[in-house]
């Protein structure tokens, strides 16, 4: 299996989590919190899929897909770029408020297509590009897929755990 290969199959699981998570919730549901301070469904899956449309569209030099057409709208919210949920309040978790558990995943395939089409046409020598030299070390784009795979995998889980909370059984 090559470098493709593995960061396709990683991030290729993440759909159907994010499906499994917002099945059949209704839009209360996916806004509910399971207590004081914890995130609902709905703003972890939108988080996880704000992280992953805003790096990749950094590393691609492209526009996020989240600025596009009227996406942003039907989270009530409205088009910031930078705006990823990362160091939400909690007046800004709760003002994430998606229409649907379809407005989720559609944003989210779109994200994923994106992503999967990017990862396509990567070897190993790109892994090894630095892609932000704001740290210590520089981060490679290796470790940036990494990173955002790695935060989408446990916000996912996370995601699922909270829908388990509400609809028990």
């Known amino acids: 299996m090559d470098v493709s290969d593995l960061l396709t199959e990683t991030y290729d699981r993440l759909p159907d989590l994010v499906r499994a998570a917002v099945d059949g919730l209704s839009p209360d549901e996916l806004r509910r919190s399971p207590g004081p301070g914890a995130n609902p469904v709905g703003w972890l899956?939108?988080?996880l899929t704000r992280i992953q449309d805003h790096h990749?569209?950094?590393l691609l030099d492209e526009e996020q897909i989240w600025v596009s057409g009227d996406r942003a709208s039907r989270f009530g919210l409205t088009a910031d770029p930078d705006d990823t949920g990362y160091g939400h309040t909690a007046g800004q978790v709760a003002a994430v408020r998606?229409?649907?558990a379809q407005t989720l995943v559609d944003y989210h395939l779109a994200v994923a297509a994106r992503t999967r089409a990017f990862l396509a046409t990567l070897t190993p020598?790109?892994?090894?590009?630095?892609?932000?030299?704001?740290?210590d070390p520089p981060v490679t784009l290796g470790v940036r897929l990494v990173s955002v795979?790695?935060?989408?995998?446990q916000h996912a889980g996370q995601a699922g755990y909270v829908r388990g909370l509400l609809t028990p059984g």
């Open 149 to 153: 795979a790695d935060d989408s995998l």
């Open 98 to 100: 998606p229409e649907s």
């Open 56 to 58: 990749v569209a950094d």
């Open 45 to 47: 899956v939108w988080h």
């Open 125 to 135: 020598t790109d892994l090894d590009r630095v892609v932000d030299e704001s740290w």
